[in-house]
């Protein structure tokens, strides 16, 4: 892993802790209160906020999870640097379409 994306990794894991923390307190308090899943997405449909709050969570996900998916494929499986660079290339894309689909899937926007 090279220092730039070293650097990258920590930064997105820097930028999630306080949104998985959000996140998890959240549904923790909403669950409590009684809510169904079906009520939370009534309330936060349409929402730009909660749109951006899960974007900024899809992105950063997405770019941390491909970074770790290539070390993985090259110190792992032996991929050569450029095919484990590709392997987390294609698996950042696919993560960031299933995320995106589900935040504009949920908040229409």
């Known amino acids: ?3 730039r994306l ?3 990794q920590r930064g997105t894991a820097f930028v999630m802790v306080p949104l998985v923390i959000t996140h998890l307190v959240v549904i923790m308090i909403a669950v409590h ?11 936060t449909r ?13 992105f950063a996900a997405s770019i941390h999870a491909g970074i770790g998916m290539q070390a993985i ?9 450029r095919a ?8 950042i894309l696919f993560l960031l379409s299933l995320g ?10």
């Open 33 to 43: 209160g009684g809510l169904s899943a079906e009520e939370i997405l009534a309330r």
């Open 46 to 58: 349409g929402s730009a906020a909660w749109a951006i709050f899960y974007s900024v969570f899809v």
């Open 73 to 81: 494929a090259h110190e792992w499986f032996g991929l050569g640097q």
């Open 84 to 91: 484990a660079a590709i392997a987390g290339h294609i698996f």
């Open 1 to 3: 892993m090279t220092p």
């Open 6 to 8: 070293y650097l990258l």
């Open 100 to 109: 995106l689909r589900a935040v504009f899937g949920v908040y229409g926007l």
